[in-house]
């Protein structure tokens, strides 16, 4: 009965093959169209503010402003949000960087097979935990342990969301660099030990040479990653935009900031549609569109390698 | 007199290995560094959740803004939410990985269209909700509603079906398809009934993949449709299997922790640890499916 009912489904889905064709070619190129949707739904939303923005003001100036006090102009001075952003994603990616690279050179070069699978298991699991998890960790947990060890007041700030989206982030970092390190020909270790290398003088002498642009790319979708994460930094990072007068204080750390994305999902909701600081905020969006796209393809091109036209 | 071993390690030797002993533990340190900290975290946050755990926490719809009862609402709210969002993207992320694998041109459009999906994936998830605001919310006319965050989290997570479609396909051996072209059959019916028979376990483990991100995922549904609490008549059991209309606001799991977590004073603290709780231990659970599966298809493969 059950075969039957198959054979027939297959003969009449036989029938429909270039129908068939089109639709999947349609879907094929469904990526495409909803990257370029993207763009346009965003600008569209953004692109009335254009005009009357002061763009000096938004990308040089700190003081962000959008509900001024009564009778004042509102002020969109996004960079010290910009610096926000940038200071999470330094911080966290001195935090990332190594335990990723560490933890992939581990897994692929030392550890035993079953203990590799556990790894890689364990990893995975830690790649699933959502954003939101994150945040609470950071808010309810990291919190007032960081309280307590710097006796401070307030436990989220740049360190809190540095550390929770450096772990975010690892996992990425440990699956690419772990790819690019096993794409590293057996024979290249080989001739290493051969010659009387000692495992880690194969690995940084030879493995990471051979290995770099995967690295690399790794490093960098990390970045993106970071830049990216919106919950995570919006619950642990404390949400006030301040500019520092000296970036090397170690202070900093315990300063609360202000991220692009937690500005969006923070001011969307009081906003009005169509208002100008709704619009400023899609801005602030084509800007975070802007640095994921780079990022991305450029990570892309890293990891496949240019391919210049030589066969053509 | 002492006899001299000649295969005894040089002093250059013994250092290297000490070189190499120091890093390879440093290394692991690192790896269990990861590890060790976020499951003893994850172990607190089902330890402090311990006290609300039980079926009628599951079973019961909050009250009084969260601070008391369960958390039936949120919990079916995502249920629907990855269900609709599931029913958009399937199709198009597993012909959209039918056609890069199996129909594209190896030219700069496949290209394009292959940057085009890693891009996709890496977009920040809030600028998606800004499309999901500027696409579904106003231009679609769907307004905040569980249709419109579907939408907004299908479009998400297309790149993780279509990579893992991708994948699974490329697996199947070109012999397998030559034999059947062979046969005399059309390059459809070879994809039917050979290539995709051969690759479900890999595009399921895509599937579960998008299911885990659409559970989790807080910031695309959070102006396109999540509510921090909804009126919805719970009199007979259908309206508690079915509480939402596509065209309404919906309250989901992702979205009501945050809520119970920062928006609301004098929140209890175990209502917080309880929602986290049941959030990670249902993602874990929906993941540990495509490790089985992962294990089980390892082990059936006949190529």
């Known amino acids: 009965m059950f075969s039957r009912i198959q054979a027939r489904l297959g003969a009449l889905l036989d029938k429909f093959e270039k129908p068939i064709q089109w639709l999947i070619t349609l879907c094929g190129w469904s990526s495409i169209i909803f990257v370029v949707a993207i763009f346009f739904f965003i600008f569209k939303e953004a692109a009335p503010v254009f005009p009357h923005l002061n763009w000096g003001e938004f990308f040089f100036s700190h003081r962000w402003i959008p509900v001024p006090a009564e009778g004042n102009e509102p002020v969109y001075g996004a960079m010290g949000i910009m610096y926000g952003t940038f200071a999470i994603t330094v911080v966290s990616m001195f935090i990332a960087m190594p335990l990723g690279l560490g933890a992939a050179v581990y897994i692929s070069e ?7 699978e ?51 982030a690892v996992p990425l970092i ?53 830049v990216g994460e919106t919950m995570a930094v919006w619950m642990a990072s ?21 991220a692009l ?20 905020l899609f801005v602030i969006g084509i800007v975070l569109l802007m640095i994921s796209v780079v990022i991305n393809v450029v990570s892309d091109l890293i990891i496949k390698g240019i391919h210049t036209d030589k066969n053509a | 007199m002492e006899s001299t071993n000649p295969f005894a390690p040089s002093p250059v030797e013994k250092r290297k290995a000490t070189t190499e002993s120091i890093v390879k533990w440093a290394m692991f ?39 008391e009862g369960g958390i039936w609402l949120p919990l079916i709210g995502t249920f629907y939410l990855v269900v609709v969002s599931l029913l958009l993207v399937a199709p198009i992320g597993i012909l959209a990985g039918i056609y890069i694998n199996e129909y594209a041109p190896n030219n700069w459009l496949t290209r394009i269209i292959n940057m085009a999906v890693t891009s996709l994936a890496g977009v920040p998830s809030i600028v998606h909700a800004l499309f999901g605001v500027g696409a579904f919310v106003l231009t679609l006319g769907m307004g905040q509603s569980l249709m419109a965050a579907a939408c907004t989290i299908a479009v998400m997570t297309i790149p993780v079906i279509v990579t893992a479609t991708r994948e699974a396909l490329a697996a199947v051996p070109m012999a397998f398809r030559e034999a059947c072209w062979n046969m005399g059959a059309t390059k459809w019916q070879t994809i039917r009934t050979i290539v995709l028979p051969n690759s479900i376990s890999g595009i399921l483990t895509g599937v579960i993949l998008e299911i885990s991100r659409a559970a989790g995922e807080t910031a695309p549904i959070l102006f396109t449709g999540a509510a921090a609490s ?24 992702s979205y009501h922790l945050h809520v119970v977590a920062e928006k609301i004073a004098g929140m209890p603290e175990e209502m917080q640890y309880g929602t986290a709780a049941v959030l990670i231990g249902l993602i874990l659970f929906i993941n540990s499916f495509s490790i089985i599966l992962r294990v089980f298809l390892r082990s059936r493969k006949k190529w």
């Open chain 1, 261 to 280: 994305t937690a500005t969006i999902a923070g001011e969307i909701p009081e906003t009005v549609h169509g208002s100008e600081h709704y619009q400023v």
């Open chain 1, 118 to 168: 556990t790894l890689k298991i364990l990893i995975e699991f830690l790649a699933a935990i959502p954003s939101i998890i994150w945040g609470f960790i950071g808010l309810v947990i990291m919190g007032p342990i960081i309280q307590n060890v710097f006796g401070i007041e307030v436990g989220v700030n740049l360190l809190n969301a540095s550390i929770v989206v450096g772990l975010m």
């Open chain 2, 230 to 253: 909804v009126a919805v008549r719970m009199s007979s059991l259908g309206d508690k299997l079915m509480p939402y209309q596509l065209d309404e606001r919906f309250m989901a799991l």
């Open chain 2, 29 to 67: 340190g690192m790896a269990i560094l990861l590890i060790v900290p976020v499951f003893a975290i994850l172990f607190q946050l089902f330890y402090k959740a311990s006290p609300v755990l039980s079926f009628s926490y599951l079973w019961d719809s909050p009250k009084n803004l969260g601070r």
């Open chain 1, 110 to 116: 030392f550890a035993t097979p079953k203990l590799k």
């Open chain 1, 238 to 258: 404390g949400g006030t935009d301040n500019m520092p007068t000296n970036y090397f204080d170690p202070m900093l750390l315990l300063e609360r900031v202000k």
């Open chain 1, 174 to 226: 440990v699956s690419i660099s772990e790819d690019s390190l096993r794409a590293v020909p057996d024979s290249y270790r080989e001739a290493s030990l051969a010659l009387g290398a000692s495992k880690w003088e194969m690995i940084y002498r030879v493995l990471f040479p051979a290995a770099k642009n995967g690295l690399l790319a790794a490093c960098m979708l990390g970045v993106g990653r970071a």
